[in-house]
């Protein structure tokens, strides 16, 4: 049978355009999106090599983005299917081998264990390019965060963009967590948010690379974002659901007269804005800042979204807590002029995004009081038990989460 296409607009690169402001003069000096035209349409069959048909999302026979029957590719599951087996019965903490594989666990989130996987040796002709590999468990939730991840990762793939690595497996069911396989995506990361401009804005160029894959009307290919917003009234909701997590006893005044401040807000309204895929996690970490271009890593919450939400949700994340407002000043106009300028290029077939910028100040302002909900969770769920996570959290994790909310709560203030 022959694999539907992806139903995805994929607009045109970004860059370069003409300067003629600071923020300006700088996108004008960038190399233009890592994109390569996007992978043909392959006939699946069991005699097909790996290497032909890895790029087409699979998971047990479906085809994980088009849920259409496709037959396996037999000998790429026979070689990681008892690997995968090994790690789930032998839980590796540091590098140890296994048949023809060297395997090291690696840092990740708390929802997660990520182990880097190098196949060592010769390689069947049919085994394709298996040679260095993420695996990740995922939590098992109402998330699905290993479907998520696949699904993101194969849409920037078809979408011809290099900004992620390229999915290679998918199973949900098969073992006692779900887990994605993908290929091993190295260069640098910090854990400290970007101090150049160059830096901040090949950050934003990452996230437009993104955002420029733009949904149809329907957005049936992927699930909304774990976290996302397209109005006040939907913000407003993403807050009282965190509220409903935490009883009223273990709220403290603060926190209820900051989400009153909010509900008594007169918020701006607008018309439903253009969904686009978004990260939904910008946590400094999943960025590998390579020299051509910036990827990321980590796209367990990922789905439809509005990209100004993205936006607001990258300013207000705790790792760029630190960061001063007149940085994301900067980083709005930056993101804006390429948006602006990217819709003129289209001419009449795409609305200019009038509210844009105050969608985001609007999310922004939003996100701060979230935040604070949310991390007033925390501290009463974790003691108790009630946040089980796959990795454990550090010795100072209460007293760390104790210090954010504080420094949140203030935040949250001065915006009002």
Request: charged share 20%; net charge neutral; hydrophobic share 40%.
């Amino acid at each position: 049978m022959q694999v539907p296409a992806l139903q995805l607009s994929i607009l045109t690169p970004f860059f370069p355009w003409p300067a003629d402001s600071d923020v300006s003069d700088l996108i004008g000096r960038l190399s233009p999106l890592d994109r390569s035209p996007g992978p043909e349409v392959y006939n699946m069959s069991p005699a097909r090599p790996v290497s032909a048909v890895r790029r087409l999302a699979r998971c047990k026979g479906e085809v994980v983005m088009a849920n259409e029957a496709a037959p396996r590719i037999t000998r790429g599951y026979e070689l990681l299917h008892p690997l995968l087996d090994h790690l789930t019965a032998a839980a590796p903490l540091g590098e140890a081998s296994w048949r023809q594989w060297q395997i090291a666990r690696v840092g990740g989130g708390a929802s997660n264990l990520v182990y880097h996987v190098t196949r060592v040796g010769s390689a069947h002709p049919e085994d394709g390019d298996l040679g260095e590999l993420a695996v990740k468990f995922t939590i098992r939730d109402g998330r699905d965060r290993a479907g998520r991840e696949y699904g993101a990762l194969w849409a920037l793939q078809r979408a011809g963009l290099h900004v992620a690595p390229e999915p290679v497996l998918l199973e949900r069911e098969r073992f006692a967590q779900p887990v994605v396989v993908q290929s091993w995506l190295s260069g640098p990361v910090s854990v400290t948010p970007p101090v150049l401009d160059e830096d901040w804005l090949a950050l934003v160029q990452h996230f437009a690379a993104v955002h420029s894959i733009a949904l149809d009307n329907t957005g049936a290919l992927l699930s909304p974002a774990v976290l996302t917003m397209d109005s006040a009234a939907a913000g407003s909701q993403r807050i009282h659901e965190q509220l409903a997590r935490t009883p009223p006893s273990a709220q403290s005044a603060v926190l209820r007269d900051l989400v009153e401040r909010a509900a008594r807000t007169r918020w701006p309204e607008w018309r439903p804005p253009a969904l686009a895929l978004c990260r939904c996690d910008p946590n400094t970490t999943n960025f590998v800042r390579r020299p051509n271009g910036w990827a990321s890593v980590d796209w367990e919450n990922s789905g439809r979204g509005d990209p100004a939400f993205e936006i607001a949700d990258l300013m207000t994340h705790p790792t760029h807590v630190a960061v001063p407002a007149s940085r994301w000043d900067w980083l709005i106009e930056a993101y804006c002029t390429l948006r602006t300028r990217h819709l003129a290029d289209q001419g009449a077939r795409h609305r200019a995004d009038s509210t844009f910028t105050v969608r985001i100040r609007t999310y922004h302002r939003l996100m701060l009081v979230w935040w604070v909900v949310r991390i007033a969770r925390a501290l009463y769920e974790v003691p108790r038990g009630l946040d089980q996570r796959l990795a454990a959290r550090p010795a100072t994790w209460q007293a760390d989460t104790q210090d954010l909310y504080d420094r949140y709560v203030q935040r949250a203030q001065e915006a009002w």
